[in-house]
């Protein structure tokens, strides 16, 4: 499974944009690209997934580029809700592998007011 | 709709001492089923999981051990638990090949 590198933590005020970058220089070909958030004492809630491009939701977008050595997560207008751990993972979630993704340490966001 | 339950909710036990943390899920059917910790700090750590009822793939060599004895339940256990083992416990389902995990609340395991 393709390792994953993303910083360690980041800062933002309310109402501004936040982009965090991950890292996945061994991506293979069938490996998408997926976001969880983390609240603290909480389990991991998905947030988004892409394979390639754009994909964007209701609360982020994914910037996928064609070397898909990377991904970034975009989250527009962030709140003080939004304080949390970002997961980057990478995988193709194989049913011989019963789908297994593999977390990294994450980026903590933290946004002030 | 689904909903993912782990109990209990918190656990505090003593070196040495056997372990049981079950789950379970409402809902689906033949969901793929896993087990995590996350020691203090951040980062998940996958010890099991499992694609069907008897079949569990272990992640990690420790004392810990795993079992699905029906469709949608997982527990995980120890015979004798170490200081180590403390952690927060998650349990996690899935329809399989790239689908969303859901996560249940969690269990928080001292281990004194």
């Known amino acids: ?46 947030i988004i997934q892409g394979y390639k491009t754009k994909v964007t939701n209701e609360v ?32 193709d979630g194989r049913d011989n ?15 002030k007011p | 709709s689904q909903t993912i339950h782990q109990w209990p909710a918190t656990l505090v036990q003593p070196v040495g001492s056997p372990l049981s943390l079950e789950c379970t899920v409402e ?18 750590q996958l010890l099991f999981y499992s694609v069907g009822i008897g079949q569990i793939s272990s992640e990690v060599p420790q004392n810990l051990s795993a079992s699905r004895p029906q469709d949608r339940q ?3 256990s120890s015979k004798k638990l170490l200081l180590s083992d403390s952690g927060f416990y998650l349990c996690a389902w899935s329809l399989g090949r790239r689908s969303e995990q859901f996560f249940g609340p969690g269990t928080r395991l001292t281990v004194l």
Request: charged letters at 15%; proline letters at 5%; glycine letters at 8%.
């Open chain 2, 27 to 44: 809902g689906t059917s033949n969901p793929n089923l896993y087990w995590y910790r996350q020691a203090a700090g951040r980062g998940l």
């Open chain 1, 60 to 91: 982020a977008s994914l910037f996928i580029p064609a070397d898909r050595k990377s991904s970034t997560l975009s989250l527009p207008r962030v709140s003080l809700s939004d304080t949390a751990v970002y997961y980057c993972l990478v995988g």
């Open chain 1, 1 to 46: 499974l393709a390792k994953t590198t993303q910083p360690i933590s980041m800062d933002s005020y309310e109402g501004q944009e936040v982009n965090i970058t991950c890292s996945h220089n061994n991506i293979a070909t069938n490996d998408y690209i997926t976001w969880y958030q983390q609240f603290p004492s909480q389990g991991p809630r998905f």
């Open chain 2, 74 to 76: 997982f527990i995980l």
């Open chain 1, 97 to 111: 592998q019963g789908g297994k993704l593999i977390f990294g340490q994450g980026t903590e966001l933290s946004v």
